[in-house]
Every structure is written in structure tokens, then in C-alpha cells.
């Protein structure tokens, strides 16, 4: 009867009503009751083998390696699927005293989550479901989790009692209720100072309507004039660039980097891998093997799979795999954008790890990277924020074009980037093998959601603010785009968000000056302000390529006999220095392709004079567009 008169008095209190997959009464009176200390790992072990959940040897194993400092038991459990988390919960509950709730069949209270953020509630793993009586009940998927978050919890909410429940479920009823202020936080997470979401605008197509109708006046006005300054800057730009090429490659060259000491096992940090999918419903087994070849404690190893809500294809491959513990879906909610950047900042908010790496879904890691991620950072003060890992492909000798593109790649990354890093410049990250520390991620925030190159963006970002970018010597190896069409589409992609970068980070030139100095103001210049010179102005200093086969030029015939000279000396340096630093770059990698495919890159860069065109139109008329690469056709079973 005294039982009834309190569950009765119980009830009164309850404002909301009871989940209806528990018991009443014993859930009630367990999440009104204190929860027990938590158990030690033996008690939780006993546990466990007496439930049958996992067998005695896998039990001796995890409290050795938990007692030698190697991560927490249910880490050392679960991570090699010897132990599901569903069984985890139930033998943590029991010696617990506390139930397990099921957010997905009773929503919870979304005011209080509100009182601590989304977003916060994500990073913490903690969701406040209901109140009971005087007591908030904060549904978690570890108790050590809610015990480190005790004082802020209970500043927000009062009393507070923890309930045990999924990850996967505290994180679905979060963004079930609360998806969309973070799909549109995800969109504003960069200042808009220095994102480029606010470029677009009437005023910018004005301006750039009335700059194409001033260049077509002055053609149709002075077009020899005009044909000579374009000739003259696509010069200057020539010379400089092959100029800190060959800086580049002299510095990277002379190199003679000291390995760093390798980090204890014990002491390896939690690193979170970001992969963002679209339309990529066919590669997820491979992607599962490939990830799986790293070489890092499963424990410590945090995968998390960024999934469009629209893209059911990718979301029901995901679904049928067989994942491992260690990786997981998160699932992006729909935006007024749908770009890689979006989906990295909305997934950032779901990793755990104090180390967060950007991979592609048909990347294939060296088997050590993320052990060299972990000692590279642990060797280097915290001004070094990001790591940028070099780029391969395994697809190199598919056809021609895939042969020039590992030409290409290779110069970019086993010369230039390096020799930029030794000469102090900004780096201009590539899309995928980077890792940053997560507090300066999180310092910048993140990704700029808008700007369809979002790592040059971010690599510049990270340099005005003061924070380095250390090349890693590791290789990822991925799938070279190797077919016409969809390489224009995606070279086009780069150059406009290489346009729209520089547009944003020269809003206030004089600021950008005083953040970088001198030296590495000008290397911006040439880097992103010269490419685009170069591919936009191309074709104008190919076009002197007739002259010799005689056929008439304006342009040429303007030009004095001793600048016509000092011209096609330039072009000729210009072609040796390409085939020379593609020769050499070759050498740095593993490939054997003929030394012989070098010269013909004088054909593969017309590609990208074309892909600029359509990326100067786009940059007005679809400045967000992003177009999407296929991924998945020639990865060779890998």
C-alpha cells in the first residue's frame, strides 16, 4: 500500500507522460532513486560473464589492456565487436541502478535541450529528456560522460539523474528535433568577414555585367592594346610562378626531415576521421576495407560517415553494411546548400576525438598515417593546427589523361606544397588526408559551408590567424578522375573556389597584409591571383604558337623584334622546367609510369583553361554549385 501512495505522489509531479516501452513503476522509482557509484571495471566484468555477454579470455584480455592505460573497458570491448553496446547498456544499468530508455519512442523535452545547445548536447553525448518530480533526467550512453558534465548540466537544469541509452539513438533524437538549427548553424559557423556566403549579391552581378561589357568595348575599341597588356600579365605571371616553382622544389629537395619519435600506444589520442558521402551508394564495402587497414587501437579510432538525408541511395548502402563499432552514420540534414563544407560541419559536432581528419569515400590511407598523425602532433607545439598528408593515385595508368593527372599530383605534392611549407607560405590544403587540432577548428569554425574549395579557404584562414600547417610525409592513394567531361567539372570546381577565396580574403586588403606580412601576402598573390591569370589567359599565349607556322598574329606584329625574342625564350624555359619538375616528382613516388608521358601535359592543360571559363561563369551566376565528382569506376577492387 506505502509503494502505491508513492508511485501515486510520483505521478502527480510528472508533467510529462512515461515512456511506454518501460515498465511504470520500476522506472520511475529508478530514475527518482540516486544512481549507485559507478562500477568498478570488475564489477562491471562480473557482471558481463555472468550474463553470458562475452566469454572469459576476451574479459582477461580488455582488463589488461585497461589496466596497462589503454582505454576505457567498454572501449576495449566494443571497438572489435567483441560485446554489443545494447549488452554494454544493460549490464552498466544493473550495477548501476538506472534504466535504459529507448529517445526514439518518447521523444524528449526539446525546451530542455534548448538550455544547453544542440550542439553541445552532440559533443557531450547527453540528451535531457524529461523531468521528473524536481529532477531533469539526462539520458547518456556513458556514465563517465555524464559525470564530467555534472556541474554544467546542473547549472542549466537543477537536479539532474542520468538514464542510460544508445549513442546512436541520443544522437538521432537530437537531430530528429533539433536537425535543422543545426543544418542552418552548420551553413554560419564563419564569420561572415570571412566567408563567402555574403558575396553574392545584385551589386555583384552589376559589377560583373559592367566589367564584361567594359572589356568587350575596349576589344572592340583597342584591340591590339588590350591583346598586349593581357599578353603582358599572362607573362608576369608566367615567370613568377615557374619562378617560385623552382624555389619550391629547391626547398623541398634540400630537405632532410627527422622523423618524429613515436607516440606510446598507451598514450595515442581519440582521433575522429570525417568522411562526407554523396551519391556514393556503390562504394561502401571498399570504403570499410580500406579504412579498415589502419593501423591505429580501435578504441581510440572514431569514423564517422557524413550522409545527405536526401541521398537514400548512400543512406540504404550504409544501412545493409556490416560496420564496424568504430565507425558510424550520421545523417546531414537538408539545407538551402548541399555542399562537402556543410556536411563536415555538421558532422564535427558528432566526433569525439581531440584530433579530427578529413577523408574521401574512395581514399585509400597508408596502413601507419594516422600513428604518424598522432606523434606530429604530440612532437609539435600547439601553433601547429593542421596536417596535410600527400596525395596519390592508384589508378595511374588507366589512360592518358589519368597519367597526366598523377604528373600533375605529383609535382603539386611531393614538390610544391612541401617546398611552400619550408618557405614559409601559406599552404592551400587539399580536400582530403588533413588533420587539424579540433579546438582550432573549432577557433576558426570550421569549414566555410559556402565555398566549394573549402580546404585552400580553410588553409588560408588557418595562416591569418596565426596557426601553421606542417606537411606529413604519408600517402593517400585515390582514384584519379580520369574521364574528360567530369574532370572539367571538377578542375572547374577548384578555379571557382580558388576566385571566390581570393574575393573574400581581399574584402580588406590591408588587413590580410598586416595578418600575413609582407612575404606571405605576395605568395597568396601568386598563388591564387597567378593561377587564375595563367588558366584564364592561357590560350592567349598558346595562340603564339602560330606565329612560327606562319599564320598572322595583331598581337605579334605589334611586338618589337627583341620582346618577340625574350618571349618564346620564356615559353621554351617555361616547357623545359615543367618536364624537368615532372620528371623529378615522378621519381619521388612509387609509380613507374615512362618519363616519356611528361612532355605531353603541354596537351592536358588546355583542359583546364576550358574548366575556367565555366568556373568564371559560375562564379556569378551559380556561385554555391557544387558539382559533384563520381568516385568508384577504376578503383581496381581496392
Same mark, same amino acid.
Given at each position: 500500500?506505502?509503494?502505491?501512495?508513492?508511485?501515486?505522489?510520483?505521478?502527480?509531479?510528472?508533467?510529462? @507522460?512515461?515512456?511506454?516501452?518501460?515498465?511504470?513503476?520500476?522506472?520511475?522509482?529508478?530514475?527518482?532513486?540516486?544512481?549507485?557509484?559507478?562500477?568498478?571495471?570488475?564489477?562491471?566484468?562480473?557482471?558481463?560473464?555472468?550474463?553470458?555477454?562475452?566469454?572469459?579470455?576476451?574479459?582477461?584480455?580488455?582488463?589488461?589492456?585497461?589496466?596497462?592505460?589503454?582505454?576505457?573497458?567498454?572501449?576495449?570491448?566494443?571497438?572489435?565487436?567483441?560485446?554489443?553496446?545494447?549488452?554494454?547498456?544493460?549490464?552498466?544499468?544493473?550495477?548501476?541502478?538506472?534504466?535504459?530508455?529507448?529517445?526514439?519512442?518518447?521523444?524528449?523535452?526539446?525546451?530542455?535541450?534548448?538550455?544547453?545547445?544542440?550542439?553541445?548536447?552532440?559533443?557531450?553525448?547527453?540528451?535531457?529528456?524529461?523531468?521528473?518530480?524536481?529532477?531533469?533526467?539526462?539520458?547518456?550512453?556513458?556514465?563517465?560522460?555524464?559525470?564530467?558534465?555534472?556541474?554544467?548540466?546542473?547549472?542549466?537544469?537543477?537536479?539532474?539523474?542520468?538514464?542510460?541509452?544508445?549513442?546512436?539513438?541520443?544522437?538521432?533524437?537530437?537531430?530528429?528535433?533539433?536537425?535543422?538549427?543545426?543544418?542552418?548553424?552548420?551553413?554560419?559557423?564563419?564569420?561572415?568577414?570571412?566567408?563567402?556566403?555574403?558575396?553574392?549579391?545584385?551589386?555583384?552581378?552589376?559589377?560583373?555585367?559592367?566589367?564584361?561589357?567594359?572589356?568587350?568595348?575596349?576589344?572592340?575599341?583597342?584591340?591590339?592594346?588590350?591583346?598586349?597588356?593581357?599578353?603582358?600579365?599572362?607573362?608576369?605571371?608566367?615567370?613568377?610562378?615557374?619562378?617560385?616553382?623552382?624555389?619550391?622544389?629547391?626547398?623541398?629537395?634540400?630537405?632532410?626531415?627527422?622523423?618524429?619519435?613515436?607516440?606510446?600506444?598507451?598514450?595515442?589520442?581519440?582521433?575522429?576521421?570525417?568522411?562526407?558521402?554523396?551519391?556514393?551508394?556503390?562504394?561502401?564495402?571498399?570504403?570499410?576495407?580500406?579504412?579498415?587497414?589502419?593501423?591505429?587501437?580501435?578504441?581510440?579510432?572514431?569514423?564517422?560517415?557524413?550522409?545527405?538525408?536526401?541521398?537514400?541511395?548512400?543512406?540504404?548502402?550504409?544501412?545493409?553494411?556490416?560496420?564496424?563499432?568504430?565507425?558510424?552514420?550520421?545523417?546531414?540534414?537538408?539545407?538551402?546548400?548541399?555542399?562537402?563544407?556543410?556536411?563536415?560541419?555538421?558532422?564535427?559536432?558528432?566526433?569525439?576525438?581531440?584530433?579530427?581528419?578529413?577523408?574521401?569515400?574512395?581514399?585509400?590511407?597508408?596502413?601507419?598515417?594516422?600513428?604518424?598523425?598522432?606523434?606530429?602532433?604530440?612532437?609539435?607545439?600547439?601553433?601547429?593546427?593542421?596536417?596535410?598528408?600527400?596525395?596519390?593515385?592508384?589508378?595511374?595508368?588507366?589512360?592518358?589523361?589519368?597519367?597526366?593527372?598523377?604528373?600533375?599530383?605529383?609535382?603539386?605534392?611531393?614538390?610544391?606544397? @612541401?617546398?611552400?611549407?619550408?618557405?614559409?607560405?601559406?599552404?592551400?590544403?587539399?580536400?582530403?588526408?588533413?588533420?587539424?587540432?579540433?579546438?582550432?577548428?573549432?577557433?576558426?569554425?570550421?569549414?566555410?559551408?559556402?565555398?566549394?574549395?573549402?580546404?585552400?579557404?580553410?588553409?588560408?584562414?588557418?595562416?591569418?590567424?596565426?596557426?601553421?600547417?606542417?606537411?606529413?610525409?604519408?600517402?593517400?592513394?585515390?582514384?584519379?578522375?580520369?574521364?574528360?567531361?567530369?574532370?572539367?567539372?571538377?578542375?572547374?570546381?577548384?578555379?571557382?573556389?580558388?576566385?571566390?577565396?581570393?574575393?573574400?580574403?581581399?574584402?580588406?586588403?590591408?588587413?590580410?597584409?598586416?595578418?600575413?606580412?609582407?612575404?606571405?601576402?605576395?605568395?597568396?598573390?601568386?598563388?591564387?591571383?597567378?593561377?587564375?591569370?595563367?588558366?584564364?589567359?592561357?590560350?592567349?599565349?598558346?595562340?603564339?604558337?602560330?606565329?612560327?607556322?606562319?599564320?598572322?598574329?595583331?598581337?605579334?606584329?605589334?611586338?618589337?623584334?627583341?620582346?618577340?625574342?625574350?618571349?618564346?625564350?620564356?615559353?621554351?624555359?617555361?616547357?623545359?622546367?615543367?618536364?624537368?619538375?615532372?620528371?623529378?616528382?615522378?621519381?619521388?613516388?612509387?609509380?613507374?609510369?615512362?618519363?616519356?608521358?611528361?612532355?605531353?601535359?603541354?596537351?592536358?592543360?588546355?583542359?583546364?583553361?576550358?574548366?575556367?571559363?565555366?568556373?568564371?561563369?559560375?562564379?556569378?551566376?551559380?556561385?554555391?554549385?557544387?558539382?559533384?565528382?563520381?568516385?568508384?569506376?577504376?578503383?581496381?577492387?581496392?
Amino acid at each position: 500500500m506505502a509503494l502505491q501512495t508513492t508511485t501515486r505522489r510520483v505521478l502527480r509531479v510528472q508533467p510529462d @507522460p512515461l515512456p511506454p516501452d518501460a515498465q511504470v513503476l520500476g522506472t520511475v522509482l529508478r530514475l527518482v532513486a540516486p544512481p549507485r557509484p559507478a562500477p568498478p571495471p570488475e564489477a562491471l566484468a562480473v557482471r558481463l560473464l555472468r550474463d553470458g555477454v562475452v566469454g572469459p579470455d576476451d574479459i582477461v584480455r580488455a582488463l589488461s589492456r585497461q589496466a596497462d592505460g589503454r582505454g576505457g573497458l567498454k572501449d576495449l570491448l566494443q571497438a572489435p565487436a567483441l560485446v554489443s553496446e545494447a549488452g554494454l547498456l544493460r549490464a552498466t544499468a544493473a550495477e548501476l541502478g538506472v534504466p535504459v530508455l529507448n529517445p526514439l519512442q518518447t521523444p524528449p523535452d526539446s525546451r530542455l535541450v534548448e538550455r544547453l545547445g544542440a550542439a553541445f548536447c552532440l559533443r557531450a553525448h547527453l540528451l535531457p529528456w524529461r523531468r521528473i518530480g524536481r529532477a531533469t533526467v539526462i539520458l547518456s550512453a556513458r556514465p563517465a560522460d555524464f559525470d564530467r558534465n555534472r556541474p554544467q548540466l546542473e547549472a542549466a537544469l537543477g537536479v539532474v539523474t542520468m538514464a542510460l541509452a544508445p549513442v546512436g539513438q541520443i544522437q538521432r533524437a537530437l537531430m530528429d528535433q533539433h536537425g535543422k538549427t543545426l543544418a542552418d548553424a552548420a551553413e554560419t559557423r564563419v564569420p561572415g568577414a570571412e566567408s563567402c556566403r555574403v558575396l553574392t549579391s545584385p551589386l555583384t552581378h552589376h559589377r560583373a555585367s559592367l566589367a564584361a561589357i567594359t572589356l568587350i568595348l575596349a576589344l572592340w575599341l583597342a584591340p591590339v592594346a588590350v591583346g598586349l597588356a593581357a599578353t603582358f600579365l599572362a607573362l608576369i605571371s608566367l615567370i613568377l610562378l615557374n619562378a617560385l616553382k623552382l624555389a619550391a622544389t629547391f626547398a623541398a629537395l634540400r630537405a632532410s626531415p627527422v622523423p618524429d619519435p613515436p607516440v606510446d600506444t598507451d598514450a595515442l589520442p581519440v582521433i575522429s576521421v570525417i568522411v562526407a558521402m554523396y551519391d556514393e551508394g556503390d562504394i561502401a564495402p571498399r570504403l570499410i576495407r580500406r579504412l579498415s587497414r589502419l593501423d591505429y587501437p580501435r578504441d581510440r579510432l572514431d569514423i564517422v560517415l557524413a550522409v545527405e538525408a536526401a541521398d537514400t541511395a548512400t543512406r540504404a548502402a550504409l544501412a545493409a553494411a556490416d560496420l564496424p563499432g568504430w565507425m558510424r552514420v550520421i545523417v546531414v540534414p537538408e539545407g538551402r546548400i548541399t555542399t562537402k563544407p556543410r556536411a563536415l560541419n555538421v558532422a564535427l559536432e558528432h566526433c569525439r576525438g581531440s584530433i579530427v581528419g578529413v577523408y574521401d569515400a574512395e581514399d585509400a590511407p597508408a596502413p601507419d598515417q594516422l600513428r604518424k598523425v598522432a606523434a606530429r602532433f604530440a612532437a609539435r607545439g600547439a601553433e601547429v593546427a593542421c596536417l596535410q598528408g600527400k596525395l596519390d593515385f592508384y589508378n595511374p595508368t588507366t589512360n592518358w589523361l589519368s597519367r597526366c593527372f598523377t604528373v600533375e599530383y605529383a609535382i603539386w605534392f611531393r614538390l610544391v606544397l @612541401p617546398g611552400l611549407a619550408r618557405l614559409g607560405l601559406v599552404i592551400p590544403l587539399g580536400g582530403t588526408t588533413l588533420f587539424f587540432r579540433r579546438t582550432a577548428l573549432e577557433q576558426l569554425g570550421g569549414w566555410d559551408a559556402h565555398n566549394v574549395t573549402e580546404d585552400a579557404d580553410l588553409g588560408l584562414r588557418l595562416a591569418r590567424h596565426g596557426l601553421t600547417t606542417d606537411i606529413l610525409d604519408t600517402v593517400t592513394e585515390e582514384e584519379a578522375n580520369c574521364r574528360t567531361l567530369p574532370w572539367i567539372k571538377q578542375r572547374s570546381r577548384w578555379i571557382k573556389g580558388y576566385m571566390m577565396t581570393w574575393a573574400v580574403h581581399h574584402r580588406d586588403p590591408r588587413l590580410l597584409w598586416r595578418q600575413l606580412g609582407t612575404w606571405r601576402f605576395f605568395g597568396v598573390q601568386l598563388l591564387f591571383l597567378g593561377t587564375l591569370v595563367q588558366v584564364l589567359l592561357a590560350p592567349l599565349l598558346w595562340s603564339f604558337w602560330l606565329v612560327p607556322l606562319g599564320l598572322p598574329h595583331p598581337v605579334a606584329d605589334a611586338l618589337p623584334g627583341a620582346l618577340w625574342d625574350g618571349m618564346f625564350l620564356i615559353f621554351m624555359v617555361s616547357e623545359v622546367l615543367g618536364i624537368v619538375l615532372g620528371i623529378v616528382a615522378l621519381g619521388q613516388t612509387r609509380h613507374r609510369l615512362s618519363r616519356l608521358w611528361v612532355p605531353t601535359l603541354h596537351l592536358y592543360f588546355p583542359l583546364a583553361a576550358i574548366a575556367s571559363y565555366k568556373a568564371a561563369w559560375e562564379t556569378v551566376m551559380r556561385p554555391f554549385f557544387w558539382d559533384k565528382t563520381r568516385h568508384g569506376l577504376h578503383d581496381a577492387g581496392l
